[in-house]
Structure formats: C-alpha cells, structure tokens
C-alpha cells in the first residue's frame, strides 16, 4: 500500500513524506460553524475528482481509428448488403427514375451513418470509459446502429415520395378524365 501522508496544502499525497511523488484524487477543505451553546465544530468535505489521466495521444488515436473505421463499416455493409437492398434499375417512369436517384445517394449513407455512429458514441460515451479498447468496439457497434439508422431513413424517404407521387400521378389522371367526361356531357 501507498505511503500516504497530508501535506501542507491539505492535500493527501502518496510517497514516502520527503517529496511530493503524486497527488490523490482526494483534497479537503474544512469549515466550521458555531454551535447553540456557543462552541465551535469544524468538519472536512471531501473534494472528489478524477485523477486518471488520458493522455492526448491515446484520445486522437481513438478518433482517428474509430471515425476510419465507421466509414469502413458504412462501405463494407453497403457492399454486403445494400447493393441488393438499393439496386438500381432501367427506369421506365419518372417514380422509378427518382427512386434510381434516391438509390445512387445509398452509398454515401451507408459511408455517412457508419461515420456519425462512432461519432455519437466518441461524444457521447468515449470519456466515461477513459478512450479504452471497449469504447472502440462499443464505437464500431455504434457504427452499425447509424447505418442501419440512415439506411432505414433513406429507404422510408424513398417510398414516401414514390407514393406521394404515385398519389399525385393518379390524382392528375383522374382530373384529366373528369374533365374529359364534363367537356363530353355539355358539348
């Protein structure tokens, strides 16, 4: 066990008294208050903070490494799985043609999603876990949750507005025969 000892800044300091080798993570600082009977109390609180350092090299790697391979995850999936899921094909309707259009975009989702993933978990989760090896696996999961978030997103849109102009499309030519069917009866 570490030699602790208090020293004369009122820091607890681990070594052997002669020299400050380290400081713990603990600092006190004392506060007093007056009694009903007049006498004083004091007490100590105690200061916690977190003494584990990460150094600067540790956390750009972490970066560097998990934002390279969240895009890598992005490429690889669409590869393997979203080229058959956004294929795309000789369009013969203009529905068709927007959804080859939707269809070419698939590539840089998939690249996109894998990149935002590990982002969001880097941001939001990385530091809790001092940048070790399980956030960058927990990193590249997160990876997967936004492709598949941004694929999802991106198939949804797609056939949102194939059926907003399949509905549109169909309203049109229903018009145009009303019309034709008023312009028979009155003339």
């Known amino acids: 066990m570490a030699n602790l000892y208090v ?4 820091v607890i300091h681990s070594g052997n008294g002669n020299g400050v080798q380290g400081a713990v993570a603990v600092t006190t600082s004392t506060t007093g208050r007056t009694n009903a009977d007049g006498s004083h109390s ?16 540790r956390k750009v790697f972490y970066w560097l490494f ?20 956004f294929a795309s094909s000789e369009a013969t309707t203009t529905t068709e043609s927007i959804e080859n259009w939707f269809y070419s975009l ?37 990876a997967m949750g936004g492709v598949a978030v941004l694929a999802l997103a991106l198939a949804i849109v797609c056939f949102v507005v194939a059926l907003i102009i399949s509905i549109l499309s169909a309203f049109f030519v229903i018009i145009i025969a ?8 009155e003339g």
């Not at 020293?7 to 009122?10: I, V, Y």
């Not at 004091?42 to 090299?57: F, H, K, L, Q």
């Not at 998990?66 to 899921?85: D, H, K, R």
């Not at 009303?178 to 009866?185: C, N």
Request: glycine share 14%; aromatic share 14%; net charge negative.
């Open 7 to 10: 020293g004369s800044d009122g």
């Open 42 to 57: 004091t007490y100590s609180t105690g200061n916690y903070n977190n003494a584990y350092y990460v150094s600067t090299v």
């Open 66 to 85: 998990t934002i390279t391979a969240g895009l890598l995850i992005g490429i690889g999936v669409y590869e393997l799985i979203g080229q058959s899921i």
């Open 106 to 142: 698939a590539p840089y989702i998939f690249a996109i999603g894998g990149c935002v993933g590990s982002i969001w978990y880097g941001v939001s989760f990385a530091k809790d876990r001092s940048y070790d090896l399980g956030a960058i696996i927990l990193a590249m999961l997160s």
């Open 178 to 185: 009303v019309a034709v069917i008023i312009s028979l009866f």
